[in-house]
């Protein structure tokens, strides 16, 4: 078998490398991968930690693998199962590995986990998300190895030293796949050697590689690469420090020297090397470019030490309400994301290669930013957003709350441990100190943590809402538009409506009317939690509009921004007819819904779209009698409607980017629509087509860029259609699929809606014309047939050819994603600012007002925290702004009371003149008013007419409470004014 010839031949390299160094008392680095070959058992067995168990007929698994994998999506995440299981590994070290130190690297478990070698305790890890190690140089044996891991993922585990529950253990918002389910590593070093960045159990920083004095048009930095040495010979040792840097193409681009040092016996010290860097690229959004940072120690002159840091160099700025990415103002678009990330049947369990699939998935939605929820998601995650050019906030560990005591020093630990072990990723940009506002001491206390571990990395520290914060360095509520000229505030979860894929519209199969399904959990209404795909895309546009209107250059205070909850269906909190979340503008499988090409048309730009487009919401294949509305989402100025060649006139346009024909008869053929600017000129068009009966069944594979490796934790992604004679998807097939899977693959299987939403069935339909499944290898090389047959299509059958992975005494070289390639689809951050200004601040110089005259200045302070209000009398429902300086005034923006469940009737005047009445709409967070152009210096506005008070948006809280902005506030005549912002049309310069 080829499994045996290569580990006869790898055995005999490492023998010829055992005599190279016999007598070197300082063995060469290596990092193995140590996913393979483990055992594993559903239970808690006494005794399985000895080396003499009978582990016998235990699971053989390769890592990572989440023991209830299986039931990832067929159950809610509060129903997942939870308790205890063992996992062990049998292993031998290489010959070359004696008289060096032997560490242990494991990405995270769930949720907590007691570690034996050989029999003997090694340690403890209880936080259930991030990183730590284990030196295990002192409890190996010669020979085999037993490795022992007792599990235990019960979200009540409490933290064996204290009693205290951890905050985040939950079974709500963090998907509950226990046991193993991120990588392990094994390192091999010296005595002299570079330490790991795992701070838990180990107490070590490793390397840690920053970029500060950036010229970004001459492309060039100032690079400093700092690394902890540890000396645990038991003589003083000399030794240099050099750093290499090279590029994307293998090019050396740099040799940087740190000088000559001493350490003492067991002595730990940082040393650093640093130098002006040219000829730079620069990582950006889209533009995943990467070099290698090989920091090294030598010892007469030759190399005792190298580790390889894989990093990116890119310039943050946070201030003026604004985040810049290398000298460019970007306006936050884009997802938050469950933590794990998952996928059906696996859990987040999944080959590199498929995050990246995952996650640049969002890159071609055009997002620029992912906010991982709750939690800090797996290094590999974070790893794959460096690669495909997507910006991350990254979080330690929270709930819905700030945190006290014992849980507090908790979620500052785990903190601790997510800095170190990721500020060398440039994708992350924020650490998120909570999931909801926290004190300004716990806001402090977190910021000293990014000043002492990264503080050059350029990140910002901030938090859920700290609206008016003195610490905090970004912030924003959930849902809503908040605005400043200080800090940036973005929406941090926006959006929570739901769609099954399923489901197209109300005249498409399966019939299913817009909003039909249960009640939501707590009894409200579920309509928004089971729309067709038609209407969550257009209510996608109108949530997104509110963000674009108050995007930066529409003043001096602005939004930066907002992210959708979420990219994909999510197996936790779901609140519509399903038990998960069909909240993602891509289902659990990733293939997309509507809603991702509404994203991919608005989001087209770092601030405004840049590059025009549209797209067709739904399909064309109806009944002949049909009727209906048709949508086209785009960023044309203005839209034309054809079918078969025939115009239906222009769209009428709503949120900016909606454009609706109220009554389309189907006409089979095709249907197009045709983007124009403001002259007519032709900018983009889009078109669908009527597809044929269906005729057969089509196959698809996706694997990694090397193809599908025989480890038993790679996978392929095989797409599923129904398709019509030429080949087109027929978009209302929903035909059951069966398929055959022989070879050496395990089957993973896909999703869909019915009897347990069809995890690992071997039969499921396609839902409008397509699904996915997914197959694992196992860990034997060989030829594997899919074959997929439904009744009355044409089958079709796909063969995949697994390569042979080569393990030694269950250890491999091959480092997963480690060769993955970086995207640059996006190419490098453009030259000059991304701000187009739309209107003139004119500053206030002060306010008085009818009631409550010393509170008027805090209507335009710049805090949404504050603000004026009358006493609730009619007659002292007004207030009155003077200007800096006499202007035409042409609009009014304004942030008022109760802003998603009143609307407000005014009478604003400019120097006594009537420049508007009329009713203010309900909203997120911000209302303009266009106002008639008018010259002045003194701007009143004041109530004219009761306060209409009923929620405008129905929306609730995650947990289905109402939320406080949505109730009536205060009597009818009571006037209330957070911000008030005054705008006056462009100089004819500015235009």
Same mark, same amino acid.
């Given at each position: ?207 840690? =590689? ?42 050396? =681009? ?51 030490d190298a580790v390889t840091t894989r990093t990116g160099f890119r310039k943050l700025e946070f201030g003026k309400g604004l985040v810049k990415l290398n000298d460019r103002t970007i306006q936050m678009k884009g997802y938050a994301q469950r933590s794990t990330n998952e996928w059906p049947s696996v859990g987040q369990s999944v080959p590199p290669w498929l995050s990246d699939f995952s996650n640049a998935l969002m890159v071609e939605s055009n997002a620029n930013l992912v906010r991982w929820m709750h939690v800090t998601p797996g290094k590999q995650d974070i790893e794959s957003c460096d690669r495909v050019g997507l ?36 994708? =992350? ?111 996608? =546009? ?29 197996n936790t909190h779901g609140r519509g007819a399903e038990n998960y979340r069909r909240s993602g503008e891509v289902d659990a499988m990733r293939l997309p819904k509507d809603a991702f090409f509404a994203h991919q048309v608005m989001w087209d730009g770092w601030v405004d779209v840049e590059r025009p487009a549209a797209y067709l919401v739904g399909h064309w294949n109806y009944e002949a009698q049909v009727k209906k509305p048709v949508h086209v989402i785009s960023s044309a100025e203005k839209v034309e409607l054809f079918v078969n060649g025939k115009s239906k006139g222009f769209g009428e346009q709503s949120s900016r ?151 030694? #005494? ?135 007419? #009761? ?45």
């Amino acid at each position: 078998m080829m499994i045996a010839i290569n580990r006869l031949v790898a055995s005999a390299m490492f023998a010829s490398v055992t005599c190279l160094h016999a007598g070197d008392a300082n063995p060469p680095r290596k990092k193995y991968n140590f996913n393979p070959g483990w055992l594993l058992k559903t239970a808690d067995e006494t005794g399985a930690e000895a080396v003499s168990f009978d582990d016998g007929s235990w699971k053989p698994v390769t890592l990572p693998h989440a023991w209830n994998e299986d039931s990832a999506f067929k159950l809610d995440n509060k129903k997942l199962p939870s308790g205890i299981a063992w996992y062990r590994k049998h292993f031998k070290l290489p010959p070359e590995a004696a008289g060096g130190k032997v560490f242990l690297e494991f990405e995270g478990i769930r949720q907590a986990g007691e570690f034996y070698l050989n029999g003997e305790s090694i340690g403890l890890s209880e936080n259930g998300v991030m990183a730590f190690g284990f030196d295990i140089t002192d409890k190996l044996r010669p020979g085999e190895n037993v490795l022992a891991a007792r599990i235990d993922n019960s979200t009540r585990y409490v933290e064996k030293a204290t009693g205290t529950s951890f905050q985040w253990n939950v079974n709500d918002f963090a998907a509950n796949y226990g046991g193993i389910p991120k990588n392990v590593f094994l390192h091999v070093t010296g005595k002299l050697h570079q330490t790991l960045p795992l701070h838990s159990n180990l107490g070590t920083t490793g390397v840690y =590689v920053h970029a500060r004095d950036f010229d970004i048009k001459g492309r060039s930095a100032e690079i400093t690469a700092e690394t902890q040495v540890r000396n645990d010979h038991a003589s003083p040792k000399k030794f240099s420090y050099e750093v290499t840097l090279t590029d994307a193409d293998g090019r050396l =681009v740099k040799t940087l020297q740190g000088g000559e040092h001493t350490l003492a016996a067991g002595e730990t010290r940082t040393v650093s090397a640093g130098g002006r860097v040219s000829d730079l690229h620069f990582w950006s959004w889209g533009y995943g470019y990467l070099y290698d940072v090989v920091t090294t120690l030598k010892v007469d002159g030759g190399s005792v030490d190298a580790v390889t840091t894989r990093t990116g160099f890119r310039k943050l700025e946070f201030g003026k309400g604004l985040v810049k990415l290398n000298d460019r103002t970007i306006q936050m678009k884009g997802y938050a994301q469950r933590s794990t990330n998952e996928w059906p049947s696996v859990g987040q369990s999944v080959p590199p290669w498929l995050s990246d699939f995952s996650n640049a998935l969002m890159v071609e939605s055009n997002a620029n930013l992912v906010r991982w929820m709750h939690v800090t998601p797996g290094k590999q995650d974070i790893e794959s957003c460096d690669r495909v050019g997507l910006l991350q906030a990254m979080p330690a560990g929270d709930k819905e709350r700030d945190a006290q005591d014992r849980q507090w020093t908790q979620r500052v630990e785990l903190m601790r441990d997510a800095i170190i072990y990721n500020r060398n990723n440039p994708s =992350v940009v924020m650490y998120e100190g909570g999931n909801e506002s926290i004190s300004e001491e716990h806001m402090a206390d977190l910021k000293a943590l990014r000043d002492q571990y990264d503080p050059h990395g350029g990140r910002a520290s901030g938090s859920r809402e700290m609206l008016d914060s003195k610490v905090a360095e970004y912030g924003g509520e959930m849902l809503y538009i908040n605005k400043s000229a200080r800090l940036p505030f973005w929406a941090t979860e926006y959006f929570r409506d739901e769609a099954l894929r399923k489901y197209w519209d109300d005249w498409s199969p399966p019939f299913h009317k817009n909003g039909d399904g249960p009640p939501a959990p707590k009894g409200e209404s579920g309509a928004p939690y089971n729309r067709n795909q038609d209407t969550y895309a257009a209510a996608t =546009v109108e949530r997104w509009y509110d963000y674009w209107r108050e995007r930066p250059g529409t003043g001096l205070r602005s939004s930066a921004g907002g992210v959708n909850i979420v990219f994909s269906d999510t197996n936790t909190h779901g609140r519509g007819a399903e038990n998960y979340r069909r909240s993602g503008e891509v289902d659990a499988m990733r293939l997309p819904k509507d809603a991702f090409f509404a994203h991919q048309v608005m989001w087209d730009g770092w601030v405004d779209v840049e590059r025009p487009a549209a797209y067709l919401v739904g399909h064309w294949n109806y009944e002949a009698q049909v009727k209906k509305p048709v949508h086209v989402i785009s960023s044309a100025e203005k839209v034309e409607l054809f079918v078969n060649g025939k115009s239906k006139g222009f769209g009428e346009q709503s949120s900016r980017f909606l454009y609706t024909w109220r009554e389309i008869p189907f006409e089979p053929g095709a249907v197009k629509a045709v983007g124009y600017d403001s002259n007519d000129r032709k900018t983009c068009e889009t078109e669908k087509k009527t597809a044929g009966v269906p005729v057969s069944v089509r196959l698809t594979p996706r694997t990694a860029p090397g193809g599908l490796l025989a480890d038993g934790a790679d996978m392929a992604l095989i797409d599923v259609e129904v398709v019509d004679a030429r080949g087109n998807r027929c978009p209302t097939a929903f035909n059951p699929i069966r398929f055959d899977l022989s070879g050496p693959a395990e089957w993973r299987g896909g999703i869909a809606q019915g009897p347990d939403n069809f995890i690992l069935s071997k039969e499921l339909p396609v839902e409008c014309g397509v699904n996915r499944v997914l197959v694992r290898s196992l860990p034997r090389e060989g030829k594997i047939v899919l074959k997929a047959a439904a009744d009355g299509l044409t089958p079709a059958s796909i063969e995949l050819v697994s390569k042979p992975l080569v393990v030694v #005494d269950g250890l491999s070289e091959v480092i997963p994603g480690a060769t993955l390639p970086a995207s640059f689809k996006r190419g490098g951050t453009p030259d000059g600012d991304s701000v187009t200004p739309t209107r003139t601040p004119l500053p206030i110089a002060g306010a008085t007002a009818g009631s409550s005259p010393e509170q008027a200045a805090l209507s335009y302070d710049d805090n949404e925290n504050t603000g004026w209000k009358n006493n609730g009398r009619p007659d002292t429902g007004w207030i009155q702004y003077d200007l800096q300086k006499a202007s035409t005034v042409s609009e009014i923006t304004l942030k008022m009371g109760g802003w998603r469940a009143k609307a407000y009737p005014l009478r604003i005047t400019v120097d006594g003149a009537l420049a508007y009445q009329g009713v203010t709409p309900k909203s997120l967070g911000y209302v303009t008013l266009q106002l008639k152009p008018t010259p002045g210096k003194t701007v009143r506005i004041e109530l004219a007419g #009761d306060i209409d008070e009923k929620d405008g948006f129905g929306m609730v809280e995650v947990t289905g409470k109402k939320l406080e902005d949505a109730k009536p506030a205060g009597k009818s005549g009571a006037l209330q004014i957070i911000e008030a912002e005054i705008y006056g049309p462009l100089a004819r310069s500015e235009r």
